[in-house]
């Protein structure tokens, strides 16, 4: 999976434009639009329950702590496992 991080600003018309980005087109990307003006505490909460929902997934239950443990240190070398 490839991600792309970046910020924009609501403006009154309530539209998102993304320019720029990194995918070719007619890529099908998932968008996640999260508000960064919540609270701490509620970015918290929020943040636990997306962990909850994904510790539940049929495909968590296959992933070993190597398996882990070996992605992250190819992100942290900069290769892909190629999950």
Known sequence: ?????????MDASSRLVLE???F?????LEVLVVDQTRQPEER???WRALMRHVQRLP???ALTD???AAEIDAQRSG????W
């Open 1 to 9: 999976m490839n991600a792309y991080k970046t910020y924009v600003r």
């Open 20 to 22: 720029g980005m990194p």
């Open 24 to 28: 070719p087109e007619g890529a099908l």
């Open 44 to 46: 918290t909460e929020s």
């Open 59 to 61: 495909e968590s239950a």
């Open 66 to 68: 190597e398996d882990i």
């Open 79 to 82: 290769r892909s496992c190629g």
